[in-house]
């Protein structure tokens, strides 16, 4: 008797806390260490799910001692499975198509490149191979950036460079982005702290004429840096809350993470869509390129204000070889009339 009961509190703890990692929004719960670690790999997690079905189905059919308790594990991790491959349905698994580029639209290319990892010409080569207006390039140094402008350039494509950079002692601590000269000049401020940890690099028209980009790097939800990560997260909501604003970086988070930060359903953060969310492609992962797309964590983004509507993205699974642990994401703009 009393082991059944053992039994019984065992599933539905069991049974609670996949509850809480299949949606942690409903506890509010979504940025609680652990928790929001488990959230940002649904692909992995439905895959562990999945193996522990089966693993269990077997151990209930040969033993008859333990045929009910592992057989109820079995139905509660199914449930999880099912569950959050729903979630990942609804964000879609992929839809990389693009429509033709028409006048005024901008093409936003952004790498995390692990401290200029991939060399300037395979950055380079990507920027120029997709027709990129805006790169944005967490991780790395304004030489690495002055590298691939120099080499856009001698293919017909100059860019302006601008980095922000905290400190020398690791190139994690500096964050570049380029701009076609099309787009006209852009001012940075380079002494004022944006993220906590590692800086994310706002650059402004100087005529006032076209959007602010903001180049992305918020810390990573690890021991030592949750209350920095989720002070990030505010502050990215905060610049998603001006008018004619594009993000593009390294978030450290997922959808999952913004239910207490997006200004209404229509949005993901504050007042901006996420590109990959209307896409169908935000349930492939960018993050780390050991695993598959559809088990990693899509944790870099493109995202905008409502001044503009996204006409194609792509997660890009071709340079997982590449250096960076990242995947580059790719995504085209246009100007809302």
């Known amino acids: 008797m009393f082991q059944r009961i053992l039994a019984a509190i065992f599933i539905v703890a069991i049974a609670a806390v996949l509850i809480v990692a299949a949606w942690p ?33 077997l151990i209930s059919l040969l033993s008859a001692r333990l045929h009910r308790f592992t057989a109820s594990l079995a139905v509660i991790a199914l449930v999880f499975c099912a569950l959050t491959l729903a979630v990942l349905a609804t964000r879609g698994f992929g839809s990389p198509g693009f429509e033709t580029k028409a006048e005024g639209d901008i093409t936003v290319l952004s790498w995390n490149t692990l401290g200029d990892a991939p060399g300037a010409p395979t950055i380079a080569d990507l920027a120029l191979v997709n027709d990129a207006d805006v790169v944005t390039l967490p991780e790395t140094t304004r030489e690495m950036g002055i590298e691939v402008a120099t080499l856009m350039a001698a293919s017909g494509r100059p860019m302006w460079v601008h980095t922000l950079a905290y400190d020398q002692v690791s190139k994690s601590r500096s964050t570049t982005i380029l701009i076609s000269v099309d787009l006209g000049e852009y001012d ?34 690890i021991q030592g840096e949750m209350a920095n990560w989720r002070s990030d997260l505010d502050w990215l909501a905060e610049q998603c809350r001006a008018s004619n604003v594009i993000l593009a970086g390294d978030f450290n988070s997922t959808l999952d993470h913004y239910a207490s930060l997006t200004d209404g359903v229509d949005f993901a953060l504050g007042s901006c869509f996420d590109a990959a969310s209307v896409t169908d492609n935000a349930a492939l992962g960018t993050w780390p390129t050991q695993l598959p ?13 409502n001044d503009w509507t996204v006409t194609g993205m792509r997660v890009i699974e071709s340079h997982d070889g590449n250096g960076s642990d990242h995947r580059p994401i790719l995504a085209t703009l246009s100007p809302n009339q």
């Open 25 to 57: 929004q409903l506890f509010s719960l979504e940025q609680t260490a652990g928790i929001a670690q488990i959230v940002s790999l649904r692909g992995l997690a439905a895959a562990v799910a999945f193996v522990a079905v089966l693993g269990l189905t």
């Open 188 to 221: 940075v401020d380079e002494s004022t702290r944006t993220t906590s940890t590692l800086p994310s690099l706002i650059a402004v028209p100087q005529d006032g004429d076209g959007p602010t980009f903001v180049a992305v790097h918020a810390v990573a939800p």
């Open 293 to 305: 797309a559809l088990l990693s964590a899509p944790i870099d983004h493109v995202m905008a204000s």
